[in-house]
């Protein structure tokens, strides 16, 4: 994902940024789905747009993917997802 353009620690800068932009009372909390119906459907259409660059860098091969997706579709597997970090902030009064 960093390769293309992800910056993986953003979430865990967010509630600096919320700060040094001048709010208070600064939370934060993370989501990590494991399982959840959507979690195939995103994975699948990761698959589908990375699956070149999965080749061509051979970190798997074609036969690999379609097994892998294979996995997915007949949910075989216990999908996770990044976490998704929510954070909140309020104004000073």
Same mark, same amino acid.
């Given at each position: 994902? $960093? #390769? ?15 700060? @040094?932009?001048?709010?208070? @009372?600064?939370?934060?909390? *993370?989501?990590? /789905? ?8 995103? @994975?699948? $259409? ?17 036969? #690999?993917?379609?097994?892998?997706? *294979? *996995? ?19 104004? /000073?009064?």
């Amino acid at each position: 994902m $960093a #390769e293309r353009g992800v910056d993986l620690a953003y979430g865990r800068t967010l509630p600096r940024l919320l700060r @040094e932009a001048g709010l208070c @009372e600064v939370g934060a909390d *993370a989501a990590f /789905p494991i399982s959840l119906p959507a979690c195939a459907d995103l @994975e699948t $259409a990761t698959i589908g747009l990375i699956r070149g660059q999965l080749v061509t860098n051979a970190i798997a091969t074609d036969p #690999e993917i379609d097994r892998h997706l *294979a *996995a997915v579709a007949a949910g075989r597997l216990d999908l996770t997802q990044p976490p998704m970090i929510s954070c909140w902030g309020q104004r /000073p009064l």
